[in-house]
Every structure is written in C-alpha cells, then in structure tokens.
C-alpha cells in the first residue's frame, strides 16, 4: 500500500519567507509526527497529532513554527519568518497510535533557508 | 521525560563478522524500544521493536536486539554483516507516560569487504 507521502521533496526559500509543508500519513493511522534532522544527527522531535489535536508540542522550537491536521489525515507545516538555521530535512511520520506502534516515515522534506 | 543514548559514533565490521550496535536508555515505566535504519537519502525504515517479555527480538534483514532490564539496554545485533548493512542506525524510546519518541544520536555501520 501506499506509504507516508511528502511533498515537496525539496524546498529553497529566502530568509523572511513562509513556508508550508505538507504530510499525507498512511490512511487509517491516527497518530502523526513531525521531526527535524540536521545532517548527521538524529530525528529531533516537534510535534505529534492524535486525530486532529495535538497530543505535544512540546519540540516546536518558537512560535514560528506551527502545524494542522484539521480533519485528522493529511498535516501542514508552518514557518513564519524563516532563518537560515531552519535549514534542515523535515521528517513526517504516522503510526497506528499504541505505544508500541513503529512510526512508518515519509522521505522528508529538505528545506533550505538562502 | 526519557533519553536515549547511543556512544558510538561509528562502527566498523568486516562482512560476515558478528555485528553489535549499542544503546542504552532512561525511561518512567515500562520501555517501549525501536531500532530504524536509514539509507543515504532515504527517509528512515522500521527494523525491529521490543515486545514485552522477549529478551531477543528479531526483525528485518537478519537482524536482531538483545533487551536487558538491569542493564536499560537494547544492543542491535547481526550474527554476519553484509556490505549492504553499512547504513545510519537509530534507537528510539517512548516511555509509559508520553506518546512522544525520542530518537538518539545515530551511529553508522561500516562494512568492509
């Protein structure tokens, strides 16, 4: 079936812009995760989504960085006012919602702040 | 809140040695415990989890993971390394009282002809 879908693959954008990304999770799982990885480092967590809320959002760096799931399938990304240490591959995952559900990964979204 | 560590940065093996990749943990509760694998440009792929009460796990690609309590460790294991494991490796925990998953640092698997 179908795996966790993100697009775009790559993004460059100035310094100041907004940018959206966006998350298409495997249908019927009901958790969503997004992560941040710098090169050479692992995963770092944002924000995860049970349904439609956020369960934590604890990782979100600031207040330029925000995210949806308005009806508990496909999630976005926000950055406000981008700076060049955002640059990084943004990493969405989806899982069935237990505890010990392995989250299943998209390709990321590279993004790259000019 | 839960940690995760992983003190090697890197790994060298010689293909069809044994293989070892360590981790070790700190959680509330009961331990929940994956391992990922990520190719070069690849986003990350599911290997294996710990299922309560299996001190030996086994998961894809041959591989497997050594739980041990007293220890908070989840060492990833391979009994005979292919060239084509060399790859990025990371452990992940989420504890009792948090959805959340953390990942460590990551450690990368050589393998040598």
């Known amino acids: 079936g179908a795996g966790v879908s993100q697009t775009p693959s790559n993004k460059v954008t100035e310094k100041g812009k907004y940018v959206e990304l966006r998350c298409d999770p495997i249908?019927?799982?009901?958790?969503l995760y997004w992560y941040r990885q710098s090169l050479g480092q692992g995963p770092e967590f944002l924000i995860y989504f049970q349904g439609t809320g956020a369960a934590d959002d604890s990782g979100l760096p600031n207040d330029r960085f925000f995210a949806v799931r308005p009806e508990g399938s496909v999630s976005t990304l926000k950055i406000q006012r981008t700076e060049r240490g955002d640059s990084a591959v943004y990493l969405c995952?989806?899982?069935?919602?237990?505890?010990?559900?392995?989250?299943?990964f998209g390709n990321g979204t590279r993004l790259t702040v000019t | 809140a839960q940690s995760v560590a992983q003190p090697e940065d890197q790994v060298n093996v010689a293909e069809g040695n044994p293989l070892t990749v360590k981790c070790t943990y700190s959680v509330s509760g009961n331990p929940y415990l994956f391992w990922y694998v990520q190719y070069p440009n690849r986003g990350l792929q599911f290997l294996l989890k710990y299922i309560t009460g299996d001190n030996l796990v086994k998961g894809s690609y041959g591989f497997e993971a050594e739980f041990n309590k007293s220890q908070t460790s989840f060492h990833l294991k391979k009994p005979s390394a292919l060239v084509s494991d060399s790859a990025l490796y990371f452990c992940a925990v989420r504890d009792g009282n948090t959805d959340k998953l953390i990942f460590g640092t990551g450690t990368r698997l050589q393998v040598f002809p």
């Open positions: 249908s019927g799982h009901t958790a």
């Open positions: 995952a989806s899982s069935l919602g237990a505890k010990n559900s392995p989250l299943h």
